[in-house]
């Protein structure tokens, strides 16, 4: 039976998470989406993405699937956070497809455990244990013991643990195919497989490296070696004295004295020029104090000036950090519209997503509409030509008893006929009659032609009346329409109106005839009508059958139509489960650039502070290079002054050596510091390019990778001239330092502007002058 408080405290915790919904129970995590949505919160720059099934309802295999996806992020993340090793407390192997099938309590407590241990070792570990003073007590005390048994776990914690691991692994090994468990071993040997091969690869990358090194430092060491030679053969050749250590002492006494003679002349001009000027001198200091006042005026004109310069070299650096704040809010706001847009492009993108998908379903119902319309059409021109069929036969029935009734009306017909000559016959005086007979057939067929005769001539009489009777009816309309003023009629109008009239008597009589012979065949023809009237009925009757039929076909079409109707409502929830989907990618791309932005904004942080410290730094090392240089400087021309002055005393050669000593052993400290210092930007620079090198993944911005590259490129050839300066200056100091130890070496002593550009001359000849001269442009172009 599952552990009750436990789970309640587990519960109470997840619900301080901001998920949207409350959780009531452990049937609410059994699917992983909740679950997926607490480690996103956790940490979002390792759980990324989605799950890898989106609707996990449908099948507890699918629900499993997402949980073992979540459960191997989830122990890799635990290994990270831990140093490579779980809490020996932890159960690292929940039954996932119970969960996922019956969502067992039990263990859903095990898996939540896992992310309790995750949660308080993640970034936000201090936002979490805020949250957890802020439930209950019985709360707090539970994820304490539960934290500390999964920290310190007693031995009888640890033999269930290891009982419900077997107890698992045997229950998979005995639910799990053979088949599937090599496919699972041949898998892990591929991954590790591939592991070790970038593993190799990256050992060769490095081996690699370290032989371009190698030779890079062989070349450097032969180049010192070479360095190391010479110098030993120019200090043996010194010591030896077979080399020129010094110019011709007496030309150079000869040219020192025609230089004496020259100056002594000129002290004399000058001193009769000193003369002229005290004149000069006094006239001017009369005028000078009459214009005291216009130089009291010109002082204070000088330090407003000043002051207004100040006030001006104030008023540019404040205008020039205006201009950079100006420039900051800039990129700022372009960084903003950029995110809005960026904003704007996901919103059109998710509401074309909706558009097609709500047209690709259209489409769909249409596509199964047409499908049930052919199929109504095809049934429906089915019955069309059923029906003609009953039409066509019906028809041929009509026309079949016309053609009977036809036949029967000439049979009657004629036998009228035959009846009316025989009544002739009796009613006509007595006649002898013949004593034999004639016979019947041929009286009849005769009496049959001459009545077919008889009728033809009435139709064509009947057609006669009618055309007479439309001339009639013509000629009374006229009449009726003639206007009251009209002229009156002429002769021959009148005549052909009486004739007219006549006939017209003439035509009333022979209708009167036409009429008695015509109610004849009404009759006979109301007959037909009836029998007419009789297959109407029945034609009527099939028809109505046929209305029936039609109306279960459209039965039918309402059926057809609710389905449809149910289809789209599964498909419009689908929709909507889409576009949850869709919302919580929105939600993960805005906490991505949120979190990219506060990552820019640190980057930032850190490159100012590196610049001043650099600065710092710089200055700080170039103000001691500089002190260490007047301080040779300064040691040189009391060596020159000696050399001159021929003293040979040993306390102040000692002194001086001293000092001398002295100054190189702060030179040498200050080359060292200098060399950390170049050695300490080096290690922030290899750090700042694994940084970049590691951005670079994730951003999609090439022009500002390249013009970074650039900066960074410059950056290190400023270093390596830096470097090539420091180490020409270090070796002038040891060849300096060297000669100096050196006994037999002569100072050389120059005075004048002459012997300065000669020993400048000679200065540049030697070969730490030429690498000076090659120096001192590019440390210029700096």
Not at 293 to 306: A, G, H, M, N, P
Request: hydrophobic share 35%; net charge negative; aromatic share 4%.
């Amino acid at each position: 039976m599952p552990n009750e408080p436990e789970t309640a405290t587990l519960l109470e915790w997840i619900n301080s998470f901001p998920l949207g919904t409350s959780i009531q129970s452990s049937d609410d995590l059994y699917d992983g989406v909740i679950l997926w949505e607490i480690l996103q919160d956790i940490d979002p720059h390792e759980f990324l993405g989605v799950l890898p099934e989106s609707s996990p309802e449908d099948h507890w295999v699918l629900r499993w699937q997402n949980l073992k996806h979540l459960h191997k992020l989830l122990l890799n993340y635990i290994r990270n956070r831990y140093d490579g090793e779980i809490p020996a407390g932890l159960s690292t192997d929940p039954d996932l497809k119970s969960i996922a099938e019956t969502a067992s309590t039990k263990e859903t407590n095990r898996l939540l455990k896992l992310f309790l241990m995750a949660a308080i070792r993640s970034p936000g570990a201090e936002s979490y244990i805020e949250r957890m003073v802020q439930l209950s007590t019985a709360t707090q005390e539970g994820l304490k013991g539960i934290i500390e048994e999964a920290q310190n776990p007693s031995q009888d914690r640890l033999d269930q643990i290891n009982y419900e691991q077997d107890e698992y692994k045997a229950r998979r090994d005995l639910a799990m195919d053979p088949e599937l468990q090599f496919e699972e071993r041949v898998g892990k040997l591929l991954v590790e497989n591939d592991k070790l091969s970038n593993e190799k690869k990256q050992l060769e990358k490095d081996l690699e490296e370290f032989h371009r090194k190698d030779v890079r430092l062989r070349e450097a060491n032969e180049l010192l070696q070479d360095k190391l030679n010479i110098t030993e053969d120019r200090l043996a050749r010194l010591k030896s004295g077979k080399a020129d250590i010094g110019p011709n002492f007496k030309g150079y006494e000869h040219r020192t004295q025609d230089i004496i003679a020259a100056q002594e002349t000129k002290l004399t001009a000058a001193q009769d020029e000193i003369d002229s000027l005290r004149i000069s001198l006094e006239t001017l200091r009369v005028k000078n104090q009459k214009y005291q006042t216009l130089q009291d005026e010109y002082d204070e004109i000088k330090i407003e000036r000043d002051q207004l310069a100040r006030k001006a070299n104030a008023a540019e650096k404040y205008r020039q950090k205006l201009q950079a704040s100006q420039d900051y809010e800039k990129e700022n706001q372009i960084l903003k519209n950029k995110v809005k847009d960026l904003q704007q492009h996901l919103k059109e993108s998710d509401t074309l997503q909706r558009v097609s998908a709500a047209r690709e379903t259209e489409v769909e119902n249409y596509r199964r509409l047409v499908a049930r319309v052919e199929q109504d059409r095809h049934e429906i021109q089915d019955l069309k030509k059923k029906l003609e069929f009953d039409n066509h036969a019906l028809t041929e029935r009509l026309l079949g008893a016309e053609e009977q009734r036809t036949r029967d009306e000439d049979t009657i017909g004629r036998l009228q006929e035959r009846i009316r000559e025989l009544e002739g016959l009796d009613s006509s005086p007595a006649s002898p009659r013949p004593s034999t007979p004639k016979p019947h057939g041929s009286s009849l067929e005769r009496d049959l032609e001459e009545s077919g005769k008889r009728e033809a001539q009435l139709n064509a009489e009947n057609e006669e009346l009618k055309k007479k009777l439309e001339n009639i009816s013509i000629v009374d309309k006229a009449v009726t329409e003639t206007p009251d003023d009209v002229e009156p009629e002429a002769p021959g109008e009148r005549k052909w109106k009486d004739e007219f009239y006549q006939c017209s008597l003439q035509t009333d009589a022979e209708l009167r005839d036409a009429h008695q012979r015509l109610h004849v065949d009404y009759t006979i023809m109301r007959t037909k009508i009836i029998e007419l009237e009789g297959l109407l009925e029945a034609t009527k009757l099939e028809l109505s059958d046929a209305n029936m039929k039609l109306s279960l076909v459209n039965k039918e079409k309402l059926e057809m139509v609710k389905e449809v109707t149910e289809v789209n409502s599964v498909e419009q929830t689908a929709l909507r489960e889409k576009c949850a989907v869709l919302a919580a990618t929105a939600r993960t791309l805005t906490s991505q650039l949120e979190v990219r932005q506060l990552q820019i904004s640190e980057i930032s942080r850190e490159r100012d502070s590196l610049r001043n410290t650099f600065k710092q730094s710089d200055t700080k090392l170039s103000t001691e290079g500089e002190a260490s240089l007047e301080e040779m400087k300064q040691l040189l021309e009391e060596a020159n002054a000696v050399r001159v002055n021929d003293t040979t005393d040993d306390d102040m050669t000692n002194e001086f050596l001293e000092r001398l000593a002295e100054t190189t052993e702060r030179s040498a400290e200050h080359l060292a510091r200098r060399a950390e210092h170049m050695n300490q930007q080096n290690d922030i620079i290899e750090s700042l390019q694994e940084r970049i090198r590691h951005y670079e993944q994730f951003s999609a911005d090439q022009e500002e990778i390249k013009a970074s590259k650039e900066k960074e490129a410059e950056l290190m050839q400023i270093i390596h001239r830096q470097a090539r300066e420091i180490a020409l200056i270090s070796s002038a100091w040891y060849d300096f330092q060297s000669r100096l130890q050196n006994g037999n070496i002569v100072l050389s002593r120059h005075r004048g502007a002459a012997g300065a550009s000669a020993h400048h001359a000679e200065a540049n000849r030697t070969w730490l002058g030429k690498q000076r001269a090659l120096v001192v442009p590019k440390a210029g172009g700096r």
